[in-house]
């Protein structure tokens, strides 16, 4: 499988993005999907995860209510709609799938097999 993650951008306090991430390979409609993200100078923190089929989600404290994931397997794409963007959300934001057949949501960074490459959101106050 491979990721690719787009949408990102320059974005004022309060605003909206909605991030992609594109995925090649016959086996990502049977592997649960997550977005984390990297601020400067902070380690990879956990965003959200969705389950294989898209009926089950997952948000870190710090974005429910204001971020929500989906997925289009026949597309083969992941979404990540951002409102009422904060500063504090700046950061390079990853898409990562888990292996075939691995379906079930996960938080853990080391439960994903796949990487994309990271796009940049930057929120300014």
């Known amino acids: 499988v491979q990721l690719q993650a787009s949408g990102g951008g320059l974005v004022q306090a309060g605003g909206s993005l909605r991030l992609s991430c594109a995925a090649s390979g016959r086996t990502f409609s049977s592997a649960a999907m997550g977005w984390f993200r990297q601020a400067p100078g902070k380690e990879r923190e956990f965003v959200t995860t969705?389950?294989?089929?898209?009926?089950?989600?997952s948000y870190a404290n710090s974005v429910k209510g204001r971020f929500t994931v989906s997925r289009d397997n026949a597309k083969k794409m992941v979404y990540l709609q951002m409102n009422s963007l904060k500063p504090e959300d700046t950061a390079v934001y990853y898409c990562?799938?888990?292996?075939?057949?691995?379906?079930?949501?996960?938080?853990?960074?080391?439960?994903?097999?796949?990487w994309g490459q990271g796009t940049q959101v930057t929120v300014s106050s």
């Open positions: 990562a799938a888990r292996r075939s057949n691995y379906g079930l949501r996960s938080t853990a960074e080391s439960d994903y097999y796949y």
């Open positions: 969705i389950d294989w089929s898209g009926t089950y989600t």
